[in-house]
């Protein structure tokens, strides 16, 4: 495994500015997630590191060696695509074996044995092994395509969104298996999806992309707590942070913009909001109001019952606080 | 509007059953979710009502007249597809009065109700547009509009929002909920998504294996699951089962499972077996000295909380704590379970056994 390094990358297709500018490390042995919505950027990046796109400008780095002219085969990454596209026709172990036997790795037959089997017993698949890559749930199936990549000891793994298309319980599933599996093995990891609770479980650093921009880096609890735009605030937080002119609430405001997490809002004291609706959603109730106009969501105790109409009262606590272009006013 | 009332539906095909003698009443102007996993039943229920299926047997009223067997165009019911289809060569204007127009209802009347639909929906700018070049929200809003402008008695809708990504979902659940709060019709809403049928419905029928298998208000479904498929189908993480063998008594406030007792709300019947002591991951608190232990397997920061996952005597178990209390994998921790939240099942059927907590809510 391998440190990664980004020196001023940028790639556009056209006039799309794809990755403009983009500089970070992925420290040997780290699980980095790059966050961001459709066309942030976040693909085009896996791409470039592993070779399947050419970089417009800037270096990429790969355990200290600059790989901009390299292959993908000479960079020795291994990568996990959304739609697992297995070799229908082979059995769940020669998938796995497959990447083992190309002829540039040229490893011995009852190495290749040994490995497949340690994979499909940390991915819990080895009853599974000799069943046709088509006999398998799409579970099963995502799974042995992760498989395909862990049989491999590359220098990275780059993986784009490989849970998407799995159903939410066994997202969580693999969600915890995976970053066990990455911690067990010690690996390197770069891994891209929108999903924020995938991003907030498993990454030891978050990259938050904007449109091709990399805007914060760092670990979920740091990007949560500390974020630096209203962009980067509105990416993580169930229900999204409520992003409110500070003039609402009375006193000196340090920004204009006073941004509230549902969970900061204490109720009791302070301004006036109109309940509008509640959603009980068993663990938490949902509190939807509205104050003069602007629509905030906060959180109360499940049991908690209010009438539609009804005023509260409420107040912030712990605010964070953004100029009026986004950024953070500290 | 209109008050629903289902009563030992039964639908089959062949040989194979879809729904089993169901039974339940949609109020009035609700938001009534049928909730479960794909192949359960709930749209072939929700296609029944609608007339695009007639029951093998069994009734329907729709206020308090049996319409079971009549067709679609005599039950006045507009239906909502998960797929919007719309009318490619028409315009949205058209699409929205295509409806008013085929019952042969007056241009300027058409005109006056389509204005008003688009009002309701915020689509007033797009009437002209032809429906080819519309984002997916707007195209959404559009075929709501044809199911709205007919002013029907009931709206049924079947996964409306499935295809739709999650962030523009969240989005949509809410503008359909106050859609609903502002016209006040009676709506029976099809998902295979809990956490959709928790935040938009007044009620949720959950279905499984063509059985309705529970039916109240999301927090009582979430309270008191009336069965394990329940208590695991609802709720994200969902609700864990301690499996044990052990006895139960008729009035027991306490129950023994692995050598330990724990107080739980007190019991309405007697019960010796394989049980699952059912607890959801907010009702479990980590602490350093309660007997009870675990290894911890796994943390999952989320903010505010985290999930901790760990391993126990019963199985493995999941708890929501604070973010800021530490759980490292590989350490021992004690476990301690609220006891007023404790449901017990039988774990050969499954069912809920009676207690204080979940008396009255569930049925047989």
């Given amino acids: 495994m391998a440190e990664v390094s980004l020196k001023n990358v940028s790639k556009a297709f056209g006039k799309t500015q794809a990755v403009d500018d983009i500089s970070m490390t992925i420290d040997d042995g780290a699980f980095v997630v790059l966050l961001g919505p459709t066309g942030a950027g976040k693909t085009t990046t896996l791409r470039l590191i592993s070779g399947l796109e050419k970089l417009d400008s800037g270096s990429v780095q790969i355990g200290g060696r600059d790989v901009g002219l390299e292959t993908p085969a000479q960079r020795d990454v291994a ?91 066994l997202r969580a599933d693999l969600r915890v298996e995976l970053k066990r599996i990455q911690a067990d093995l010690g690996s390197t990891l770069l891994y891209v999806t929108h999903d924020q609770i995938e991003a907030m479980t498993m990454a030891t650093q978050i990259g938050v992309l904007e449109e091709g921009r990399l805007v914060q880096y760092g670990s979920p609890k740091d990007i949560y707590e500390n974020p630096n735009s209203v962009y980067v605030a509105s990416r993580l937080g169930l229900p999204r942070i409520n992003i409110l002119p500070s003039a609402l609430f009375p006193g000196t405001h340090k920004g204009t913009q006073i941004g509230l997490r549902p969970e900061n809002i204490r109720q009791g004291d302070g ?60 | 509007m209109a008050q629903i009332v289902i009563q030992n539906l039964k639908k089959q ?122 984002s997916g929200g707007d195209r959404q809003r559009v075929a709501l509009g044809r199911a709205i402008v007919r002013e029907p008695k009931a709206f049924m809708m079947d996964e409306p929002l499935g295809a739709l990504d999650a962030e523009f979902r969240e989005h949509m659940a809410e503008e359909l909920r106050a859609l609903h709060d502002r016209m006040g019709a009676t709506t029976v809403y099809v998902t295979h998504d809990q956490l959709e049928a928790m935040q938009m419905g007044d009620k949720i029928v959950v279905m499984n294996n063509a059985v309705v298998e529970q039916f109240g208000t999301p927090q009582e479904i979430y309270d008191k699951p009336a069965t394990m498929f329940v208590a695991d189908f609802i709720g994200s993480p969902s609700m864990n089962f301690l499996k044990f063998n052990g006895k139960l008594g008729a009035a027991a406030s306490d129950i023994t499972l692995h050598n330990q007792s724990f107080a739980i709300p007190q019991s309405r019947e007697p019960f010796e077996g394989d049980m699952a002591f059912g607890v959801r991951p907010e009702h479990i608190k980590l602490s350093d000295d309660a007997p009870f232990r675990a290894e911890i397997l796994a943390s999952e920061y989320l903010g505010t909380t985290q999930i901790v996952t760990l391993q126990t005597h019963g199985g493995e178990v999941k708890a929501r704590a604070p973010a800021q209390q530490v759980a490292k994998p590989g350490e021992t921790v004690g476990l301690e379970f609220d006891p007023a939240t404790i449901t017990l099942f039988d774990r050969q059927s499954g069912r809920a056994l009676k207690s204080e907590l979940n008396e009255g809510v569930l049925h047989g």
């Avoid at chain 1, 509205?290 to 905030?296: L, T």
């Avoid at chain 2, 729904?19 to 749209?43: A, N, Q, W, Y």
């Fill in chain 1, 271 to 330: 301004i006036d909001a109109t309940v509008l609706r509640s959603e009980h959603l068993g663990d938490q109730t949902r509190l939807h109001l509205d104050v003069q106009g602007h629509p905030i969501t906060t959180l109360t105790d499940p049991h908690q019952d209010y009438a539609s109409n009804t005023t509260i009262k409420i107040s912030p606590q712990n605010p964070l606080y953004f100029d009026a272009d986004g950024a953070r006013a500290i």
């Fill in chain 2, 13 to 134: 095909f062949g040989d194979f059953t879809a729904v089993r003698e169901s039974s339940f009443t949609i109020e009035d102007g609700e938001f009534f979710m049928l909730l479960g996993p794909s192949g359960c039943g709930k749209t072939t229920t929700l296609r029944m009502i609608a007339g695009l299926e007639l029951p093998t047997s069994g009734n329907i009223y729709l206020d308090g007249e049996d319409i079971a067997q009549r067709p679609p165009s005599q039950r006045d019911i507009a239906f909502v597809f998960q797929m919007f289809a719309l009318y490619p060569h028409m315009n949205v204007r058209k699409n929205i009065s295509y409806p008013l127009v085929s019952q042969g209802m007056q241009r300027a009347q058409v005109k006056a109700k389509v204005a008003e639909v688009a009002g309701i929906l915020g689509i007033e700018d797009i009437l002209d547009r032809p429906v080819g070049g519309l």
């Fill in chain 1, 79 to 169: 990568m996990v695509f959304q739609q697992y596209s297995l070799y229908p026709h082979m059995s769940v172990r020669d998938n796995l074996a497959f990447p083992l036997r190309s002829p540039i790795l040229k490893t011995p037959e009852d190495v290749i044995a040994a490995k497949v089997q340690q994979i499909a017993e940390i991915l819990q698949i080895p009853h599974k092994l000799d069943n046709k890559a088509t006999e398998l749930s799409g579970g099963e199936m995502q799974r042995v395509s992760i498989g395909r990549a862990l049989v491999r000891d590359p220098q990275i793994y780059l993986m784009d969104e490989p849970l998407s298309s799995l159903d939410a319980k």
